[in-house]
Nanobody, 124 residues
Framework: QVQLVESGGGLVQAGDSLRLSCADS????????MAWFRQAPGKEREFVAG????????AYADSVKGRFTISRDGARNTMYLQMNILKPDDTAVYYC?????????????????WGQGTQVTVSS
């Protein structure tokens, strides 16, 4: 049973940084891809970034390119999202997701496993 647990959210000011973590337990399949999505109040869930576990390939939404960095630690089975130069528009609940595939999908329904979410609030 795969379990994803996010942590690291909080309240910060515009221009600050945060690092989110997603701990993955119970994974048995390979290949494997993980991603971050976010959902702001009144908006649809959107893809933020994804990483292929085996080769480290990454993908980013245009809105976060150059500011966010996704990475993984294989020994800890943990994925990270380093978020720099945060903006009020980044305010959302951030979810990690996992999919037994080599492909990084930007559509949420292609992911089989989800965490509970962590709130990120950026004040202006």
């Amino acid at each position: 049973q795969v379990q994803l647990v996010e942590s690291g959210g909080g309240l910060v000011q515009a221009g600050d940084s945060l690092r989110l973590s997603c701990a993955d337990s119970g994974r048995t399949s390979s290949p494997y891809t993980m991603a971050w999505f976010r959902q702001a109040p009144g908006k649809e869930r959107e893809f933020v970034a994804g990483i292929s576990w085996s080769d480290g390939n990454t993908a980013y939404a245009d809105s976060v390119k150059g500011r966010f960095t996704i990475s993984r630690d294989g020994a800890r089975n943990t994925m990270y999202l380093q978020m720099n130069i945060l903006k009020p528009d980044d305010t959302a609940v951030y979810y990690c997701a996992a999919n037994p595939s080599r492909l990084i999908f930007i559509i949420g329904r292609r992911y089989d496993y989800w965490g509970q979410g962590t709130q990120v609030t950026v004040s202006s």
